[in-house]
């Protein structure tokens, strides 16, 4: 037992070595969990606090500078991790589940509701979904939770798509067709043995959605639509915009941040693609 | 092109299921519009009659030149003939026609988001297709990096560096703006200097789009160059060249073109963003400006503009692939 578990365990190292992709998206991610996690630890100054040195230079005091009312940008940098992370998470983990659950029902159950679902796959397809999110956004208050949800709701198509090619071709194995013949019901079987089958590829994409939704919540804040309660990147960036050409170290860093983030799950979902298809091996 | 009959039949089929959604996706814009106008809090009467006491009578009047006195059906009835006639309504802020803001800068935006597909269209594509034929090789491995790199950029932070690296520290370009303002130059020092505005912001939005249309390009080829008759065709001894430039190229640009026509609808919302760093006079500034301002009526007709070209765009994608590439009909 004990060396079958060792096997296992070699064979996971191996995929992952054999993987650039996964392996940077790996290391990145557990680089930016601990930032989220221990980086208010580690923060020299509380972030709201106003320092009585305004617009300084990175310096000894301050590692990354200060901002307009004396904000410490690292601090701020700090904090901001967890609220980049819990947007785009959740957002993704929302968008998985309509889309498992939209696109599962229509590739198994098939007929009239699969067209129907498919038609309304089709027309969110077809939505400016960046523009829909800042409409919403700025008609009903930017609170995270809105943010998070809205994100959620626009980006389920592709999940959707993916898992409905999915049960569409595992209700064609054997092992349901048994399950049908010895009596399961078929709400059983979609829940049972359809979906987690058919969920890697959903993985995959759900960790590229992460990056998506990141993304978006910058983009909003910069357009001052971003949750005014909570330290976000993209807020900071907006912040430093007046004060650009001389004092560069605002906008800078947080942006850097945000492309380091969003790279991660990039590569991370890359990565797991990769592994589930073999074959995109060769145009690597 | 030679078609049978039936085959005539299914792409009639497939088109007139196209059409149905684009006009379904387009009704559900304006419904949408009506509805979150009507849902958004607060009255737009106030906001229009100031601050200081308004009296009843005239926000009674207001509300009478605005139709929100009336009930709601009639409301999205007035909102749907007025539509019909390309008529936005009046913007809340500036009590000018909503289509009159909008008609001023869609020049300027078009201008940019045009240039910027194009030469990033050109540049990918080329990028693309040399990375495919070198796989595996440093160059490729390098562009592959650099695209995933620019993938994960958000575009007005990109936009910001631009300023920061070639406008402040080099002083190669002015940070903003169309024209310079104290210029006043005509004829040719005119384009000259509009050009020179223009470069920092199409620069940011060719490096923002170039991944997209690289990675296409490149898996494309890839995926045309594993086929069988490609194979076959090396067995008959065919040069390498000429399978490449008179097979490989000719059902690898496919997906290219088609994807163009979808990022061409998508440009204003992609390239707002970056005008607004470089504080173009487009469709960006004016979508800031109502969001700042809570122009709802503004705001709700470029989004009502964007979701409509979005799906005119995609039916006629979708058609024009349907043409071009048989295998999509039998779907």
Redo the contacts between chains.
């Keep these: 037992m004990a060396k079958n578990k060792k096997n296992t365990f070699t064979k996971i190292l191996k995929t992952i070595n054999g993987n650039i992709q996964l392996k940077l998206g790996l290391i990145f991610l557990a680089i930016l969990l601990f930032i989220a996690f221990f980086g208010p630890v580690f923060a020299p100054y509380n972030p709201y606090r106003l320092n009585d040195d305004l617009l300084m230079a990175p310096c000894a005091k301050y590692p990354l500078g200060t901002d307009n009312l004396g904000h410490d940008i690292l601090s701020q940098i700090l904090y901001g991790a967890s609220t980049s992370l819990k947007i785009g998470f959740i957002a993704a983990m929302i968008s998985a589940i309509i889309g498992v659950t939209l696109g599962g029902i229509a590739g198994f159950y098939g007929g009239w509701i699969d067209q129907l679902l498919n038609e309304v796959m089709n027309i969110f397809l077809m939505l400016p979904d960046f523009f829909l999110i800042l409409m919403i956004i700025a008609t009903f208050g930017s609170s995270m939770m809105n943010v998070m949800i809205v994100i959620g709701m626009t980006s389920w198509v592709g999940n959707a798509r993916l898992m409905r090619a999915q049960a569409k071709a595992i209700k064609e194995r054997t092992f349901i067709q048994s399950s049908f013949s010895m009596g399961e019901s078929k709400a059983s079987i979609l829940v049972h043995h359809v979906l987690p089958n058919g969920i890697f590829p959903i993985i995959a994409n759900t960790t590229m959605n992460i990056s998506g939704a990141i993304l978006t919540e910058a983009g909003l804040s910069f357009l001052g639509l971003g949750d005014p309660n909570v330290i976000s990147w993209g807020q900071i960036i907006t912040a430093g915009k007046a004060y650009l050409p001389k004092c560069w170290w605002i906008c800078t860093f947080p942006g850097l941040m945000t492309i380091f983030t969003v790279l991660t799950f990039f590569l991370l979902g890359e990565g797991i693609n990769r592994v589930l298809s073999p074959k995109m091996d060769a145009n690597k | 092109m030679f078609i049978s009959k039936a085959e005539e039949k299914l792409v009639k089929r497939f088109i007139l299921k196209r059409l149905f959604?684009?006009t379904?996706?387009v009704l559900?814009?304006v419904l949408f519009n009506f509805v979150?106008?009507r849902?958004?809090?607060g009255d737009p009467t106030r906001l229009l009659a100031g601050k200081d006491n308004p009296s009843p009578e005239m926000i009674a009047a207001l509300r009478e030149k605005y139709g929100l006195n009336k009930p709601v059906l009639e409301q999205f009835w007035i909102y749907l003939k007025q539509l019909a006639h390309g008529d936005f309504g009046y913007s809340y802020v500036s009590t000018a026609k909503v289509w009159d803001l909008i008609e001023t800068r869609l020049g300027p935006t078009f201008l940019i988001a045009l240039t910027g597909a194009v030469i990033a269209l050109v540049l990918g594509t080329l990028l693309g297709v040399f990375a495919?034929r070198k796989?595996?090789s440093k160059f490729d491995i390098f562009l592959c990096g650099i695209s995933?790199?620019f993938?994960?950029?958000?575009?007005?932070?990109l936009g910001?560096?631009m300023?920061?690296l070639f406008?402040?520290i080099l002083k190669w370009f002015p940070?903003y703006g169309m024209y310079s303002l104290r210029g006043n130059y005509t004829g040719i020092a005119k384009v000259l200097d509009l050009l020179r505005h223009m470069f920092l912001p199409v620069t940011t939005l060719v490096l923002i789009d170039i991944p997209y249309f690289f990675r296409i390009a490149?898996?494309s080829v890839?995926?045309t160059m594993?086929e069988d008759f490609i194979m076959t065709l090396r067995a008959t001894g065919m040069p390498e060249k000429k399978i490449f430039n008179k097979y490989v190229m000719r059902n690898a640009i496919i997906p290219t073109v088609t994807v163009f026509g979808i990022t061409l609808a998508?440009m204003i919302?992609g390239v707002s963003?970056i005008e607004?760093?470089f504080a173009w006079p487009g469709m960006g500034r004016l979508?800031?400006d109502s969001?700042?301002r809570?122009d709802?009526p503004t705001?709700?007709a470029?989004?009502l503009m964007?979701?409509i070209s979005?799906?005119v765009m995609?039916v006629v994608v979708d058609i024009v692939y349907a043409w071009i590439d048989p295998r999509i009909r039998i779907e």
Excluded at chain 2, 151 to 157: A, N
């Design positions: 959604s684009g379904i996706v559900f814009s979150i106008i849902m958004a809090p495919a796989k595996g995933y790199f993938d994960s950029t958000p575009s007005f932070w910001l560096m300023i920061l406008a402040s940070t490149r898996s890839l995926q594993s998508y919302t963003m607004i760093v979508m800031l969001i700042t809570r709802y705001l709700s470029i989004y964007l979701s979005v799906a995609t």
